[in-house]
Nanobody, 119 residues
Framework: QVQLVESGGGLVQAGGSLRLSCAASGSIFSINVKGWYRQAPGKQRELVAAITSGGRVNYADSVKGRFTISRDNAKNTVLLQMNSLKPEDTAVYYC?????????????WGQGTQVTVSS
């Protein structure tokens, strides 16, 4: 089992920045990918960014150049730095980790943290 604790959400004006953090504990030795998803009201949950244990990163087109995913292996944490935020970035953001790079096995979800961007 893996436990995930997210923090860093909140309310920010358009153009502002937030940093999300997700700390993992438990059977973390099996984790090979860490990522962030988001779900806006009335929309499907979508991948925002992911990073593998080998350092390969993947971003949604809508956040490229604005968001940066990184990891702190010593703290078993994955971070999402969000800059130049837009109202359309408003959503609940979820941390997700998994054994495989495509999250197809052994995946776990965090409880979610609300990000609200005002115009």
């Amino acid at each position: 089992q893996v436990q995930l604790v997210e923090s860093g959400g909140g309310l920010v004006q358009a153009g502002g920045s937030l940093r999300l953090s997700c700390a993992a504990s438990g059977s973390i030795f099996s984790i090979n990918v860490k990522g962030w998803y988001r779900q806006a009201p009335g929309k499907q949950r979508e991948l925002v960014a992911a990073i593998t244990s080998g350092g390969r990163v993947n971003y949604a087109d809508s956040v490229k150049g604005r968001f940066t995913i990184s990891r702190d292996n010593a703290k078993n944490t994955v971070l999402l730095q969000m800059n130049s935020l837009k109202p359309e970035d408003t959503a609940v953001y979820y941390c997700r980790v998994g054994r495989r790079a495509d999250f197809s096995a052994g995946d776990y979800w965090g409880q979610g943290t609300q990000v609200t961007v005002s115009s």
